[in-house]
């Protein structure tokens, strides 16, 4: 079994850059990072990950705009999405991941190992 | 003489109608002046008596009818119009109809300049009254634009902070991951790091909470119980500061819709300022009470408040021996984030949020001094019929 591909789209580059570090390390990931919601179509058309963890609040871009247009794509069609916020807190989510639009979120600040819990349940298996 | 004599004991009643009342001192005045300056006219021009008292009438009856147009009584100022045109005819009838109508009518002359003014001084009553409470509504209106304020900046604060405590949770978790094993120390040091981001979460949550949270969740409860739960809370911290809590629940108080949970809340916020104000061996009292709003009791409410006289309510009141709230700080104790304690005691919340969950149950609270020494706080709810007869 091939290295689970995951996106992380955040516009916040420490971010990204501390929870790739995490999950490459502590996961059997191959991360890729954009902190540009602008360009997290075409990141995802080229990286093809198997999950996708999308920030809903970004300067440049609206993640439940980009969630609809993921579906949309050919290409990306079926990549399951997981939505990273802090417009709600941990408390509110019961810390469990619940759904908004039909995606599973996850309430910033998020733990990094429910991060990985998040990707075993939600990244595309492939062989 | 007869009149003169009827005149003084309407006086005499009037003015004890009016005491009754609580009528402000300057409609008093104003009214005894009218009726003297009536009295004196009948005495120097006795010929003209009937003259002074229609005109006394008439003049009387004009606070009466600006009464009755701002209380929206059509049917009262259609009858005192009705009652001044009689006024006015039978002051002409001699002229139309060749008969003066004096005798029985000359006590109707009498007796309605001082109904009127009774009424009419009920007038500045209702006036003081309504003045009163536009400008309890306009400080309510500051104090909840002050809670949107704070809501609005609690959804902004959330936002900036919560970024910045993921960085760090992810980065703290990636240095964990690295240390190894037998470094114990720096283990310990990214644990506690740890611990403080849970801390502002948590913080930054109840800011969330505090803008957002709106809602109750409803339900048949028992006061005394809700307190006696909230106490059991904050017992370690009692115990801590030496303070003796005594506690005196009135037996068969009737049952209230709350929402428990966030009622406990406002029991744990008070008697922690009781503990904090105390600080050490002193006394915290909680008494509860059930009891019936009368007239002057409603006068002790600083805020416009939903009772009217007869309502039945539950009173609480927490009563602590600390030094008493400074007088120039009693008006800002609900303002949220104002706060007396160190940096780390307090948020400056505590009351604000107390205020809003007692506010959002239909009740009232509100914090004073004793004269003994000390403050109290006074929670009023209101007993709900359809719960007090279940």
Not at chain 1, 81 to 104: N, Q
Request: charged share 20%; with cysteine; net charge neutral.
């Amino acid at each position: 079994m091939r290295k689970r591909r995951i996106l992380l789209v955040d516009d916040e580059a420490s971010i990204t850059r501390a929870l790739a570090m995490y999950l490459t390390e502590n996961g059997d990931c191959e991360v890729c990072v954009e902190n540009k919601g602008s360009r997290a179509l075409a990141a995802a058309r080229s990286f093809k990950p198997d999950l996708i963890f999308l920030d809903i609040v970004m300067p440049d871009a609206d993640g439940g705009a980009l969630a609809a247009e993921i579906q949309i794509d050919p290409v990306l069609k079926g990549t399951p999405i997981v939505f990273l916020t802090a417009l709600v807190s941990r408390r509110e989510t019961g810390g469990a991941t619940m759904t908004i639009g039909g995606y599973p979120f996850l309430a910033k600040p998020v733990h990094p190992e429910t991060v990985l819990a998040s990707i075993a349940e939600h990244a595309r298996e492939r062989v | 003489v007869a009149i003169f004599g009827l005149q003084r004991l309407t006086a005499a009643t009037t003015a004890g109608l009016l005491a009754a009342q609580s009528v402000p001192i300057r409609a008093v005045s104003l009214s005894f002046v009218a009726m003297a300056a009536a009295v004196t006219a009948s005495v120097l021009w006795p010929e003209a008596l009937i003259d002074q008292e229609i005109l006394a009438g008439g003049l009387a009856l004009i606070p009466a009818l600006l009464l009755a147009h701002y209380r929206g009584w059509p049917l009262v100022a259609v009858l005192l119009g009705v009652g001044l045109v009689a006024l006015v005819i039978m002051h002409l009838s001699p002229l139309f109809f060749g008969v003066a109508l004096r005798g029985p009518f000359l006590l109707l002359f009498v007796v309605a300049p001082y109904i009127s003014i009774a009424l009419g001084a009920g007038w500045f009553g209702e006036v003081r009254r309504y003045q009163a409470e536009l400008r309890a509504t306009q400080l309510q209106l500051i104090q909840s634009e002050k809670l949107d304020s704070v809501g609005r900046m609690a959804a902004g604060v959330a936002h900036e902070v919560k970024n910045p405590l993921m960085m760090i949770l992810t980065g703290i978790k990636v240095l964990e991951k690295r240390v190894p094993a037998s470094d114990g120390q720096t283990l310990l040091l990214l644990r506690d790091m740890e611990d403080a981001v849970e801390r502002a979460d948590r913080i930054v949550g109840g800011l969330l909470n505090y803008s957002r949270d709106r809602d109750l969740d409803l339900a048949a409860a028992d006061v005394n119980e809700t307190i006696e739960r909230a106490v059991m809370l904050v017992k370690h911290d009692l115990e801590n500061a030496h303070i003796t809590l005594v506690s005196k629940p009135s037996p068969g108080l009737p049952k209230l819709l709350l929402d428990e949970f966030k009622m406990q809340q406002v029991f744990v916020n008070l008697v922690t300022n009781a503990i904090h104000a105390v600080e050490r061996e002193g006394e915290i009292s909680i008494t509860t009470s059930l009891e019936k709003l009368t007239r002057t009791a409603l006068l002790a409410y600083r805020k416009a408040n939903p009772y009217a006289a007869g309502d039945r309510v539950v009173v609480i009141r927490i009563e602590d021996s600390g030094p008493g709230i400074p007088e120039e700080h009693l008006a800002k104790v609900f303002d949220p984030f104002f706060t007396t304690k160190p940096t780390g005691r307090g948020t400056g919340l505590g009351l604000s949020v107390s205020q809003q969950i007692v506010e959002m149950h239909g009740g009232t609270v509100d914090i004073a001094n004793r004269d003994t020494g000390g403050a109290r706080v006074t929670i009023t709810l209101k007993v709900d019929r359809e719960v007090a007869a279940s």
